[in-house]
């Protein structure tokens, strides 16, 4: 094979349009004749609609329509995706409000104008009026059921359900050392740089309803959406463009996936909606907003015998599209990848008003390490115990594995851990943090700093859902086309599944188009999600490019008549002992008999689970004088099989590391106690800047490749952000451990920090 | 509603620009809707993530905070003048080989930002890097890439100068 691109940190072919400003996102492209659109939303947290007056927006010039709830036929619900438990079907949310509002930014009127301008200018003149109600803001007020949310379900309790495994209160009876603490992670969310958008092209006589935009699952939303406009599939079609970020977020079917088209049909014309950044802090799906009371039971020695708790999710609202899978995740991840015999897990899925929750990068696993991870360095601190020491004593060892973790998830299959080796991943990032230096200097002070250099082991699924699947083309000009059901939210997809095809084509990588996501593409598609692109496209591509090299040499036999045994595929040709066939000669020779050179390749896992994992390490230094954290260096170790592009897979470690500072120390969606978002900007709602970066060596492990696909990959987007709130929070709390501060609460933000630090009399 | 029509005369990318616009119209959006130039990204409209950020007579602006009629008379360069003859510039492809961007959506107003520090200071140290793009938001990189890209720039120019 000459040429090889697998493994090799090859810039990325997306970069130059990216970097010439000639990417097309979303509110980028222009439609002859398109229309502006802009959503009233709801001011109120929770409150009755007594009357929407829409004849002043009406009037104004250049507005085309303006409608409410009152204005359309029988609305539809928008559907479950994923973690669908019963009880859910009672909390699904409408594309706009009827009769009531129950959070902060739901939809409730929208005008289509001209121009954007023009829209927001008749936003104001739309008069609704509320009879305002009390605000449930807090799992609490939730669960007393006072005052309810959706009345005719008689609770604000979604669902509930208790997974275990072994027997939990022998474990308890019989343990030498226990400890509970309750633990919160603050609510915050993907808030990618490209807000959402959408433009929709509804021709109701053909009938075709095409979405541009469109990203993430788009074959799922494609059926959803058909149905919800009496539709076959194959009249709807979904768009993808550039996109400015996902992380989780974008791409699920919002009530705008269903507002943009109906505009678009009622005005008869392309509507375009993009959203502000205030309205996308307000909704867009938020995540996290964990509360998890969690008890533990071990051995005077430290050795870990079970675990049990109760996770109360802040679901907000209304069940989206995610379902239930953040408190979910955060209750199966919660044991980790340590050895814990018993475990028992009270979830609940609690109805708030506030804006619904659905999946951030690492969902439910940024919140159950944390916890978890906390809990252990309090047992190690109570049993004077080296926190290092008692993780790889805990551990499970590469012979305990494959192991299988039980149904922690109702309705999931049982779950099983792959082969791996964790204490090895965790010792590795031990010497590279310098730990054994560290572990004697915890809460040194340098310059009025408290230092601490805090640890945290993670493990993380990837590649879920459905088979994914990619048709790999040849042109007679001799370009090269795949394309996949799979879509990039920006991490490098075109980059990776061209390496992959150019390897097993054994061509230039330069040949090679990638397109994806699109529903016109092909016929199915699994879409982005759970660091799924990767495995599932990667192996596709894989496929697809295997299939088409036997293909060629089927054709280069017609077209040599002989048999297909002499020939052999090598260097991007068919050869036999003298002569040799491009693929652009096949692919023009096949076009003679009206036939195309491709092939199409389908990579199914069948529910069987990658699972990447690693540590984490943060060296944190607070300001004792001011409650300022800062990160001053930052390692990981993680082992994700194989890096198709180690530079790409440095990228999402990096980036999913400064993420999770962010998530750390800053990111806090904040409501008040009557439900109103006091973090409705970037004034407000902080960010991570390239202010205080740390020093981050993030070290990629390719020693446990996965058995699960022939080129051992898995998944490497969420390995990053996963764990970080569970070291620098054990960083903060040794660095502080003199001054006896709880750090069981996140963001852990100055004012925090200083109150705390006040208490305790400092 | 304000339909106060300006006349608007602009230098963009070395080409003079004529149009007209009402006065509550952005920089930023007469760019992206008058003059089709949509590299200039917006992310927050309120002057903070800095995606917008294009070189007015030499300056880096945030184009969102901008009427385009404040601008009348000046000199624009956006992402999309960046490049010479098609030519990625020292600075983007710098970018690149750092491997400085992910999504992309940031990055003309990381670029910009870049372009004219870089200008002002052509050999800065790493510090000096982090607190020129403190008011760029990027939510994929983590940033140390673009450091290094800048930084790597800042060699590029330096040996391209030389030349």
Partial sequence: MKHSYIGEAITRIEDERLLSGKGKYIDDLKLPGMAAMAIFRSPHAHAYINNIDISQALEVKGVLDVFCADHLDALPSIPLRLAPFPGFERYLQKPIAVNKVRYVGEPIAVVVAENRYIAEDALDLLSVEFTALPAITTVDQAISGKNLIHEETGENIATHYTVSRGNSDYAFANAGYTRKERFVTNRHGAVPLETRGLIAEFDPVKPLLRLHGATKVNFF????????????????????????????????????????PMASRRVGRPVKWIEDRRENLSAMNHSRDIIVEIEIAATKTGKLLGMRGTVLGDMGAYVRTNGGVVPSKAAQFLPGPYRIEAFSCDVQFLITNKTPVGTYRGPGRFEANFCRERMIDLMAADLDLDPAAVRIENLMTPSELPYRIGELVPGDPDATFDEGDHPGALKRLLEEADYDKWKNRQGEI???HAYGLGIACFIESSAAGPPESAVVSVAPNGSIEVKTGASSVGQGTETGLAQICADYLDI????????????????????????????MAGNATRIASETLKQRAIELAALRWNCPTN???????SVQNTTDVLSLEELAAFAATRHETLSATGTFDNEKKLSYSYGA?????????????????????TEEIGRALN???????????VVQGLGGTLLDHMIYDENGQLLTGSFADYLLPTSSNLPEITAITLEESPSKLNPMGFKGAGEGGIVAVAAAVGNAVALALKPYNIAITELPLTPDRLRASLRKTGN | MMETVHKIKLTVNDTLREF?????????????????????????????????TVIVDGKSIRSCLMFAVQANG???????????????????????????????????????????????????SRSEVESAISGNICRCTGYISIVDAILDAATRLAEKGDK
């Fill in chain 1, 221 to 260: 939303n494609r059926r959803h959406l058909s149905d919800a406009f009496r539709l076959k599939e194959e009249e709807v079609e979904l768009i993808e463009t550039d996109v400015g970020g996902g992380f989780g977020a974008r791409g699920e079917l919002y009530p705008e996936e269903y507002l943009v």
């Fill in chain 1, 446 to 448: 340098i310059d009025g």
């Fill in chain 1, 508 to 535: 230039d990588i330069k040949r090679i188009i990638v397109r994806h996501g699109s529903t016109t593409l092909l016929p199915s598609g699994g879409g982005t999600f759970h660091s799924r692109n990767t495995v």
């Fill in chain 1, 566 to 572: 002499d020939l052999i595929y090598i260097n991007g």
């Fill in chain 1, 616 to 636: 984490h390490a943060a060296l944190a230094a607070i300001d004792l004088e001011t409650g300022v954290v800062v990160i001053k260096k930052y390692f990981l």
């Fill in chain 1, 646 to 656: 180690p530079a790409l897979v440095q990228g999402q470690a990096v980036g999913g």
């Fill in chain 2, 20 to 52: 007209t616009a009402e006065a509550r119209m952005t920089l930023a959006d007469c760019l992206r809707e008058k003059l089709d130039l949509t590299g200039t990204h917006l992310g927050c409209e309120h002057g903070v993530c800095g995606a917008c």
């Fill in chain 2, 74 to 124: 000046s000199t624009v360069t956006t992402v999309e003048g960046l490049a010479e003859n098609g030519i990625l510039s020292p600075l983007q492809e710098a970018f690149r080989d750092n491997y400085a961007l992910q999504c992309g959506f940031c990055t003309p107003g990381m670029l910009t930002t870049a372009d004219a520090f870089l200008k002002e200071n052509p050999s800065p």
